[in-house]
Structure formats: C-alpha cells, structure tokens
C-alpha cells in the first residue's frame, strides 16, 4: 500500500559503490543524541549543539533522499524532554521555525514531503503554526517523507493508540477480545508508513529512550559513538551498509 502512495527511486540514483539497491531500508529511523555532549567537549553553552544539529538534519535528510530511503523519521524533541531547563526548551521550540524558514526550498526541490507526529496541541502556538505551514506546503511532494517526532513518547502514542481503538470497537458494538494488533496499528500516527527498517542512535548511547516502541519491535538497531553534529551522509552510508549485510528473519529461520 505504501509504495502506490510513494515513488519509488532506488532504481534511478546512483548509490555510493557498498551498497546495493534490491536492500535500502524503506524506513530509517534516527534517535539524534549528543548536541549538548558536543557543545560542552568545545566549550559552547548547550544551544550551540541544537544549532549544530540542526544542520546535520538538513544534511542527512539530503543524503536520505539520494539513497533511496521513503521515510526518515527524526526523534526532535520527547515527552520527557519538557524537563530540560526552561532556557534550553525554548530555544528547541524555535527551532522549527528557522529550520523550515531556511531549509524549505530545498525540502521542496528534492520533492520531500514533511510530516510531524506528537501532541502538538502542548506545543507553544508559533511552533504549531510552523508545523502546520510545513505539511501543507510539502503535503503533494511525492519523494522522502521526513517525519518529525516532536512532544512524542512512545508509551503515550501506544496508549492513544489503544484508547481510540477501543473506541471505534465500542460504536461497533464489538468487544475487548476483538482488539487485535492490526486494529491498534492502524491508530498509531506511523499508521500511513511501513515500520522502520533500521534505528540509528548517535552519541554512544545503547537504549531506545522511548522512541517508537511498538514499531521498532523487528528493526535493526545500529549505534554510533559520533555526536549527532557530527554525523553526516558517509555515516549513514556506513550504517545502511551495516544494514544490508544482516539478515532479518522476524522470528523465522533463514532459507
């Protein structure tokens, strides 16, 4: 269902020479961590790191959209992170906005489309105006869907997830018992996109920090020590690379 709603463009760009086109992952999904790590190892307040990161997202989503991938799904901002000093939260919340006042031409001529999951409705009002500017004017790009996760939390979604789904079984008339994993799948707001392929986390660390917990269930996870400021597209060839030489059994035996 997914690829009559997107075109398919592995077969026309040319691939760095490690890897082959029949194995670029559908859905990558990247856990960005290490903007504040970065900016202390240089001696800059926090905000630098964002600033810097939010450079690489521009960069990797380019990369991304020449590999081939469909859907690049970026972990901006979680349920969580509202503890953060006040001073650093809302700089994170300004940053949509100059990311887009800067990046959309580009967005546009590589055909990417934007989307953005979360609870926006927590979001300060001029970030969820630029959100909301940002789909609408990418809404008929046909290329790389670049989905943000911004106030979202995993756990969260899962619960919305089961909560509305029990709610169309009760108009129904139906009963807990016919709640099944398709039926909640289909109220996750992944529901449009095939489940990541392949999860990336920068910066060292080895845990999934809340990060789409129902959809990564049969991902491939691959971690990097390199800061997210520090990432760029050879990384990322690198991890596809990495990808493509594992096999993915989802609970089954290889043939």
Do not use: C
């Amino acid at each position: 269902m997914f690829n009559k709603l997107f075109k398919k463009t592995n077969g026309t760009k040319a691939l760095p020479q490690q890897l082959t086109t029949d194995k670029i992952p559908q859905h990558i999904a990247i856990i960005m961590d290490g903007n504040g790590r970065w900016a202390n190892k240089r001696l800059l307040p926090r905000i630098a790191g964002h600033k810097e990161g939010m450079d690489t997202v521009k960069k990797i989503t380019m990369a991304a959209s020449k590999l081939g991938v469909e859907v690049l799904t970026l972990y901006a901002f979680s349920t969580e992170n509202w503890k953060r000093p006040t001073d650093e939260v809302q700089f994170l919340m300004k940053l949509p906005v100059d990311f887009f006042d800067t990046f959309m031409p580009e967005l546009m001529a590589e055909n990417v489309r934007v989307n953005v999951m979360g609870y926006h409705d927590a979001l300060p009002l001029q970030t969820q105006n630029v959100v909301k500017q940002a789909m609408e004017t990418t809404k008929n790009n046909t290329g790389l869907v670049l989905n943000f996760a911004l106030n979202y939390g995993g756990r969260a979604e899962i619960i919305s997830a089961a909560q509305s789904a029990m709610r169309e079984l009760l108009a129904e008339n139906g009963t807990v018992e016919q709640l099944t994993e398709e039926r909640l799948a289909a109220h996750l707001m992944t529901s449009s996109y095939p489940e990541p392929d392949l999860l990336i986390r920068t910066s060292g660390e080895m845990r999934v920090s809340n990060f789409m917990l129902w959809q990564i269930a049969y991902s491939e996870f691959y971690f990097v020590d390199k800061h997210w400021p520090d990432f760029n597209a050879a990384d990322l060839t690198e991890a596809v690379a990495t990808y493509q030489h594992r096999t993915r059994r989802f609970g089954g035996i290889s043939k």
